[in-house]
């Protein structure tokens, strides 16, 4: 998507330990118009396709995943991060390695969100090595839902997680693809 590169290009800050912020339109300040086109870039990737909710997870994938219902019509599910250790019987539950903190921690949903019937496309900001993604997974076959897909408005294609998700055969659509980035040489998409 060439508004979304142009955009990480212009605005897109590289950190130490392969981290773009992207804090300017997607994850502090919120573009809303550039998310109003990414969502209909969503929709139009997964046209022909039932949905019938979004899955993403908290904090930064929530917005985008709204916006992107407004184009699906669909409710958006958000799991939730906690450390709490006893966790009632009335979620479902995955472990995830954060990439940006390093920390693992438990995400959950509650079984009355997600169910048998339900057609799952999984949205989120970034994909590194996928484990975020993966716990979405994981929470989506417990409840015995489907999985439809998975959108990412950045993925950083040096790192494992596309080829994981993809190796599962999990439809993966990702709006700009990094090839390489850094401090020296910037942004270089494949
Ligand atoms: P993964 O689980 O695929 O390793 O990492 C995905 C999660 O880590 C995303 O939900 C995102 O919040 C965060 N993340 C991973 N890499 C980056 C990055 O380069 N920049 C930002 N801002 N977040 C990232």
Redesign the pocket.
Known sequence: MELLKNRIIKDGKIKEG?????DAFL?HQLDIELFEKIGEEFKRRFEGKEVTKILT?EA??IAIACIAARYFKVPVVFAKKTQTKNIAGDVYTSK?E???HGKVYDIIVSKEFLNVDDKVLII??????????LGLVDLITAAGAEVIGAGIVIE?GFQE?GKTIRDKGIKLESLAIIKEMSVEGGVIFS
């Open positions: 392969n981290v773009l912020k992207v994850n997870i930064s994938g995830v954060s990439f940006t989120d900001d970034f994909l590194a090595n996928g484990k975020a993604l950083k997680g």
